[in-house]
């Protein structure tokens, strides 16, 4: 089945400063990648997602990027704000088997003022 | 928050004894999914649904049963609880047109003591 690894697991940024957060996937038929946000005590959302015919997608402040080849997709956040301090999570399925969605064990994010 | 509800929202129960744990869902979403969400695993998949009756295992599904009668109910059953069933049950539905991803109902927090 997938494997999904997620580094860094805590990631400390001055605010205004850039954080990325990278995934690697072992399933190469792998073909969908979303990213989640789960402040504390709340559901996960769904901030931003890319399939694999699309090297790169921006959202504003958000951007995730993918390489097929070497089969992991990172998540830019730009000019960091105190409120982007959450857990992060990137996923991986296929889309065509039930879109089982095997998750990396989380980034925890804080931005400092 | 795509119409989804979880209920209960906090159960606290005993070792042995049997729990329901119900996801609803008001859009007439085809694929339905339980998640338990542990400190340091992520989120995990434990069963999913394709449609009334069609359901599957996902990576963490034993001790673990569901049904779904309806397309808005897929019920969680723990046929007799442990300790280690102890966690944050996640339901999620999967948009259709116009409503790409997986997204999280609220959530229980189930307590095995």
């Known amino acids: 089945g997938e494997n999904v690894e997620q580094h860094p697991s805590t990631l400390s940024v001055q605010e205004g400063d850039s954080a990325v957060i990278k995934c690697t996937y072992s399933?190469?038929?792998?073909?969908?990648f979303p990213w989640y946000k789960q402040e504390l005590g709340k559901r996960p959302q769904l901030i931003i997602d890319?399939?694999?015919?699309?090297g790169e997608k921006k959202d504003q402040r958000i951007a995730v990027t993918l390489n097929k080849t070497a089969k992991h997709f990172s998540l830019h956040i730009t000019e960091t704000q105190p409120e982007d301090s959450a857990v992060y999570f990137c996923?991986?399925?296929?889309?065509?088997?039930?879109?089982?969605?095997?998750f990396g064990e989380g980034t925890q994010l804080t931005v400092n003022p | 928050d795509a119409g989804i509800t979880q209920s209960p929202r906090h159960k606290v129960t005993e070792t042995g004894t049997p729990v329901t744990l119900r996801c609803h869902q008001t859009?007439?979403?085809?694929?339905m999914y339980w998640y338990r969400q542990d400190p340091g695993h992520g989120l995990r998949l434990i069963h999913y649904?394709?449609?009334?009756?069609?359901?599957d295992k996902g990576e963490v599904s034993d001790g673990y049963s569901v049904s779904r009668s309806k397309t808005e109910d897929f019920l969680l059953t723990l046929e007799s609880a442990t300790s280690s069933q102890t966690s944050v049950y996640f339901c999620?539905?999967?948009?259709?047109?116009?409503?790409?991803?997986?997204?999280f109902g609220p959530g229980t927090r189930l307590t095995v003591t």
């Open positions: 996923a991986a399925s296929q889309e065509t088997s039930g879109s089982r969605l095997t």
């Open positions: 399933d190469s038929a792998s073909n969908y």
């Open positions: 890319i399939r694999s015919n699309v």
């Open positions: 859009e007439n979403h085809r694929y």
């Open positions: 649904s394709y449609g009334v009756k069609d359901t």
């Open positions: 999620a539905i999967k948009g259709g047109a116009g409503l790409q991803g997986q997204y």
